[in-house]
């Protein structure tokens, strides 16, 4: 490779995750965002907070963006991990941004609707604790409402370019139906991301089989194919790299 070749390489930041970071050559390619979809119950909000739990053991902040669940239960649900998200927010190593839906308050399509403020709350959120990652969780769930491709795709779009002007590395969750069926819900979010990878949780023979596979990540390398993974109180997500197999 020539010295010009590596000055425009694309980098990586080690997201932590050891085992993940094997198949992804290196990690996460920095600034960029990276679209995780999965059927429901395959992991990827896990896969997201960890995200962010990794890099705060190493000593980068981060903001998580809830689209769905309330933060207090994110808090909650997270504690069996072993990951202290209210420490690490009075620590000034976690901020959090709420935009879960009020159940009292009925959703109604508008044509007119933007994240603008929405966009706002989290940049303010990103210089507050000096965040170097983002995970935002689930993109569905405040798309769902509207039935436009073309007003889902802007927004998308939107969202991504925000990222990528406040110097983040992000993380994107949605939801498929199927496992292998359309990559996600409203068929345009691949076409946003730089980056895809696929959580999967099928069902065979009455047990589950859980796999990641990294679909694509845009302009650098990584493994192939799709690499089981587990789910492990105080650990998190676990992969397991095929080529480290060894049978005993």
Known sequence: MTDGARNLAVEKIATGISSFDIIAKGGLPRNRTTLISGTAGSGKTIFAVQFLAAGIALGVPGVFVTFEEAA????????????????????????????SPDPEMESVESGGFDLGALLARVKHAVKKVKAER???????????????????????????????????TAVLTAERTDDYGHIARF??????????????????????????????????????????????????????????????
């Open 72 to 99: 207090a239960d994110i808090r909650k649900n997270m504690r069996s991990f072993g990951w202290d998200l209210e420490k690490w927010e009075a620590d000034g190593m976690l901020a959090f941004v709420d935009a």
């Open 134 to 168: 983002v995970a935002v969780d689930s993109l569905g769930a405040v798309f769902s409402q509207f039935s436009d491709q073309s007003i889902v795709r802007s927004e998308l779009f939107r969202i991504a370019s925000a990222l990528k002007a406040m110097g983040v």
């Open 187 to 248: 068929g345009v979010e691949e076409f946003i991301a730089d980056n895809v990878m696929i959580l999967r949780n099928v069902l065979e023979d009455e047990s589950r089989r859980r796999t990641i596979e990294i679909l694509k990540f845009r302009g650098c390398d990584h493994q192939k194919g799709e690499y089981p993974f587990t789910i492990v109180p105080d650990g998190g997500v676990i992969v397991i790299p095929l080529s480290a197999m060894q049978l005993s």
